[in-house]
């Protein structure tokens, strides 16, 4: 062994020098140094040609671990100052070795992180543009940009390459963000920037079905087909919300006799005035007017028929048997019994027949029995003078009460010598009922001017005919036009009936539509024909004699006053009293309670009544005897009179005064009276001998 220090050759084993006296260390801890750094030197070589099985930093702390140990070994075996030179020469070699490992992971962590920084990027833009929307041409660009960043090695050539990639990605984001800006305004317009008040059920389903497919689009990224769809939608809205024209539609008849279900009778016709057949239910829209706010409300329609076929229609035949008639009664015969057939009485069409001549008589009251009306028509004989106005008035308030749609057909000759009532008086009740009348003149004689001008006035027409062919064409297209009229009901407000209704109709067809306003009070048809039916049926019951025809009309509540008071009045005159109902009109509307009203009225009968001259008539100083004695007087001698039947003719207008109450069941009836009747004016414009007229 050899001294650390002057190199000398001592005894192995010896601790210090025998010549210089320097400390020595032992071969052991000679030997243990050795194997350190030789274990040092193979590590390093290790993490030279490993790097794929181990990383740059973990083979640095390992060898900082090694260090630290040989450090530690070092000091643990160096037990003296000779160690202090190798210590140092060891520390240095490790720190440069460290160096050197640093300097190579630096250079080879470089390099491995500029490569995964371009694919990391490019990866990264490839599944952000998978998130866009994207173009036939914007998809091929980035399936060539993908191509071009793997062949594109130098960093020159990547960053060129990059910033076009860029443009590309904001020139998709900027135009999927204007997609779907504008798929959205789409969807908001759809949603709320249309009036669909005109639109058909399908349409709205359509319309729902179309919004759903938009969103579905949407979200999937189909712009494109999605704003198509869109436009697709706004067409259809356009159509639905532009108002049809071309047809003119007209409210021809209302009947609010079943309030709060309300029937408007529309009559519908093209350019060129030929009536509109067959139209569908779908196409006819409502609204109503609010009151609080003045817009229109749709409403629900539940029923929109022609009347052919549909529904039914009431017919008051009025026929002149007066004694002018006589040699044309045989052809009114057949013609009207031709008519008959042609009656729809399937569907409930109902016919009443008025015969006329001094008085009116209610031959036939409505009735849907065929053989019946063809009975009374060929019993039908002349006889007596023409009371054509006074009928005339009688049949379109008979025919007022009716449910459905209703008219008046008359034949005559014209003449008139009976009627209190004047042909501008016919003209204001029919017009105030809406009942068109139809009159069918016989004969030449007759003034045509005068027939026409109450014909045409009240929605119907006159015309003339003088044989069976063409009496028959004229029923016939009287009986067609009233049956293409068109019934639209719908339900109102239960409170409402003393409110103005005022409704706007449209009929929205496919190439052509029409549009109609109107407005009406239900209370001023309601109880007019409530109070119109009561008062038929009392002149029924009165002409049979029976107050049960009152009770199984039902228009009167049994347990009031007014069924009591006039069943006793019928008993008491049924032999000596007939009546004709001229007009009833209720003037004033009181309402109670949601279950009762207060009416009042204006009543104008034509009374035919049977007394004796000398109990009756020949000592009473009323106005009415007093009358009857002067017209007598122009014929006979008073001394004859006494002890004759006299038939006194006279015309009366009452007030009336009702309480009207809904039963339980929920139908309105005339209950009691509030008050007696006023007499407001009496009129005995004839009288004679009985059997002697």
């Not at 504008?182 to 919004?211: H, K, P, R, V």
């Amino acid at each position: 062994m050899y001294c650390s220090q002057c190199g000398k050759k001592i005894a192995d084993g010896s601790k210090f020098c025998s010549f210089c006296g320097k400390p020595q260390e032992s071969e052991q801890a000679l030997n243990s140094e050795h194997a350190i750094n030789s274990e040092y030197a193979i590590n390093n070589e290790h993490i030279t040609n490993s790097d794929e099985r181990t990383t740059i930093e973990e083979n640095t702390a390992q060898n900082e671990t090694i260090y630290q140990a040989s450090n530690e070994m070092a000091k643990q075996n160096s037990n003296s100052q000779s160690s202090g030179f190798k210590k140092k020469f060891l520390v240095m070699g490790i720190g440069l070795a460290a160096v050197i490992i640093g300097v190579v992971f630096f250079i080879v962590y470089q390099s491995k992180l500029q490569a995964q920084s371009w694919e990391e990027w490019v990866l990264d833009y490839k599944e952000e543009m998978a998130a866009y929307y994207l173009s036939d041409k914007q998809e091929t660009s980035l399936n060539d940009f993908m191509v071009q960043s793997v062949e594109a090695e130098k960093k020159e050539a990547q960053e060129t390459l990059k910033v076009e990639m860029i443009a590309l990605k904001e020139q998709v984001v900027s135009e999927n963000e204007k997609y779907q800006s504008d798929i959205e305004t789409g969807l908001n317009q759809i949603a709320s920037g249309y009036n669909l008040t005109f639109a058909f059920e399908d349409e709205l389903s359509q319309i729902e079905t179309m919004q759903s497919e938009i969103k579905s689009m949407k979200e999937n990224k189909q712009y494109p087909e999605a704003l198509a769809r869109i436009k697709e939608c706004q067409a259809l809205q356009e159509k639905i919300q532009t108002v049809q024209s071309g047809w003119n539609v007209s409210i021809v008849q209302r009947d609010v006799s079943q309030y709060p279900k309300v029937k408007l009778y529309l009559d519908i016709r093209d350019e060129m005035g030929t009536p509109i057949e067959n139209l569908n239910q779908k196409i006819f829209f409502l609204s109503q007017k609010d009151a609080q706010s003045g817009e229109y409300i749709k409403r629900e329609i539940t029923s929109a028929l022609q009347l052919n076929q549909n529904e039914s229609i009431n017919i008051n035949l009025v026929a002149d048997v007066s004694g002018s008639m006589d040699g044309d009664l045989y052809t009114v015969k057949g013609i009207m019994n031709n008519f008959l057939n042609t009656v729809q009485f399937g569907v409930g069409d109902q016919i009443a027949l008025t015969e006329f001549s001094d008085t009116s008589y209610l031959a036939q009251n409505f009735t849907s029995d065929k053989s019946s009306i063809i009975e009374q028509v060929n019993w039908m004989d002349t006889y007596g003078g023409t009371k054509l106005y006074d009928t005339l008035i009688e049949s379109v308030m008979r025919v007022y009460g009716q449910s459905g749609a209703k008219c008046v057909i008359a034949f005559t000759d014209g003449f008139d010598n009976r009627s209190v009532s004047s042909a501008d008086d016919v003209v204001r009740v029919a017009q105030n009922t809406d009942i068109p009348i139809f009159i069918i003149g016989i004969g030449n004689d007759v003034d045509h001017n005068l027939l026409s001008y109450m014909a045409s006035s009240t929605g119907g027409y006159y015309t003339n005919a003088t044989n069976l062919s063409t009496m028959q064409e004229i029923y016939n297209s009287i009986y067609t036009a009233q049956k293409q009229v068109y019934c639209l009901e719908y339900q109102a407000d239960d409170e409402s009936m003393m409110t103005l209704q005022d409704v706007s109709i449209y009929l929205r067809g496919e190439n052509a539509g029409g549009t109609v306003e109107y407005a009406y009070t239900p209370s001023d048809d309601f109880f007019d024909m409530l109070l119109n039916n009561f008062l038929n049926s009392y002149i029924e019951a009165l002409t049979v004699g029976d107050p049960l025809v009152m009770e199984r009309a039902g228009y009167a509540s049994t347990s009031g006053g007014v069924y009591k008071e006039t069943s006793q009045y019928i008993k008491k005159h049924k032999d000596k009293l007939s009546e004709q109902l001229l007009q009833a009109e209720v003037i004033d509307v009181q309402y109670i309670d949601k279950d009762t009203y207060e009416i009042t009225s204006n009543e104008i009968y034509d009374i035919q009544w049977l007394r004796d001259y000398t109990n009756d008539i020949a000592e009473d100083t009323s106005d009415e005897s007093t009358s009857a004695r002067n017209l007598l007087f122009r014929y006979y001698p008073e001394e004859y009179l006494h002890g004759q039947a006299i038939k006194v003719y006279k015309s009366r207008t009452l007030k009336g005064h009702y309480r009207v109450k809904r039963s339980p069941e929920g139908r309105w009836q005339i209950a009691d009276f509030t008050k007696s009747y006023e007499i407001l004016g009496t009129n005995t414009y004839n009288a004679h001998i009985d059997g002697e007229e």
